[in-house]
């Protein structure tokens, strides 16, 4: 690589995306640097955890191809700070020597053949969504895939692609969020793939218009513009989570999501800390009562106006579950479906946003 000079906002643009898949704390030190291959007019960025790799790129005055390895957070900082809008790189005896105005640095580059093989995108397919809704769809299930739990197909999402529509469902075994939208009939590169978490997180590093899905034998591959994830088929073993949900509860609270939102912070204080156990006290036409549970130097409860259809009854829930749910959604209202006070419940959104077909929030009771 002779000379490469690049505008700096451009290339910072391009390193934040890299960011998310770049590893901090690996026993593989080239992982925590991003491959830079420069070409005619422009300069590809590349970074991998060995699970999920992303491609991206910017514009550039090439003078002679090349590649390098760059330590990533080091570079990225260097160039957010450069006095200038324009810089160089230019490589010299296995270091990188940066120029922007009367700044010059250099910076050590590792063997660019040490750096692992990346695999190819996939081949494009006509399979392709608007990214807003794609990301739409995973904030509403995202925040229900466990966190800690060692079982691995716990810890992503199950990813449906239907003739017309796409499904997207996520469960920590306490509760289970499932989406659906309308997308494209035909096309589908496959039927379902579990998607880990670090992937789902990524799509939002990303403002493009549409995703374009493509698959392989060992990889699933997302094109965003010029830009392209790349992740690992991993096996597909995920619970059979129709079983649990319930569309003919009989009885039917709808409430204000501020409103609940509200009062479960607040009585959930006096909740047992890791529990956040809530007892939730139903009374026919129009009350609703929360009364904490478990804390032993205190209590809290608060009533709310609600329009209740159905018999008086008591169900106890893990608060934070339901402030999960209530800060995801954007309704106003939203309808709490029950049978009784030992079986799961159900959560649909009122007047929910228009670019989905259906939400649906399963949530098991506590038993205290």
Do not use: W
Not at 134 to 145: M, N, P, T
Not at 249 to 270: F, H, Q, T, Y
């Amino acid at each position: 690589m002779k000379l490469v000079v690049l505008n700096k906002n451009d290339v910072l643009e391009e390193l934040s995306v890299l960011q998310g898949v770049v590893e901090r704390r690996t026993t593989i030190p080239i992982l925590s640097n991003i491959l830079i291959e420069a070409e005619d007019g422009r300069l590809k960025l590349m970074a991998t955890d060995l699970d999920m790799t992303i491609i991206t790129g910017c514009a550039a005055e090439v003078d002679g191809s090349g590649r390098i390895t760059l330590e990533s957070r080091v570079f990225q900082e260097l160039v957010r700070n450069l006095p200038e809008e324009r810089f160089s790189l230019r490589e010299q005896e296995g270091t990188v020597e940066i120029d922007s105005g009367r700044f010059h640095s250099q910076m050590q580059v590792a063997d660019a053949s040490e750096y692992p093989t990346l695999p190819e995108p996939p081949a494009d397919g006509s399979y392709a969504l608007p990214l807003d809704l794609f990301k739409l769809l995973i904030q509403r299930v995202a925040f229900a895939i466990t966190k800690d739990d060692p079982k691995f197909q716990l810890n992503g999402a199950l990813v449906k692609l239907l003739p017309g529509e796409i499904e997207i469902a996520a469960t920590d075994g306490h509760r289970l969020a499932v989406v659906r939208a309308k997308a494209p009939d035909e096309g589908m590169p496959f039927e379902q793939q579990l998607f880990p978490r670090k992937l789902l997180s990524e799509f939002a590093r990303f403002n493009d218009t549409t995703v374009v899905f493509s698959a392989g034998d060992n990889h699933l591959g997302f094109r965003m513009g010029d830009r392209h994830v790349i992740s690992r088929v991993v096996e597909l073993r995920f619970p059979q989570y129709e079983r649990v949900i319930v569309r003919d509860n009989p009885n039917r609270v709808k409430i204000s999501c501020e409103d609940l939102l509200g009062a479960l912070r607040r009585v959930s204080l006096m909740a047992h800390d890791k529990a956040k156990g809530v007892r939730l006290k139903l009374t026919p036409p129009d009350e609703l009562r929360l009364v904490s549970i478990g804390y032993e130097t205190g209590s809290a409860e608060e009533t709310l106006p609600v329009v209740y259809q159905g018999e008086t009854l008591e169900i106890t829930l893990n608060a934070a579950y339901v402030i999960d749910l209530l800060q995801a959604l954007t309704c106003e209202m939203v309808e709490i479906q029950l049978r009784d006070g030992k079986t799961q419940c159900v959560f649909v959104p009122v007047e929910d946003d228009p670019r989905l077909e259906e939400y649906i929030y399963v949530l098991m009771p506590m038993r205290i």
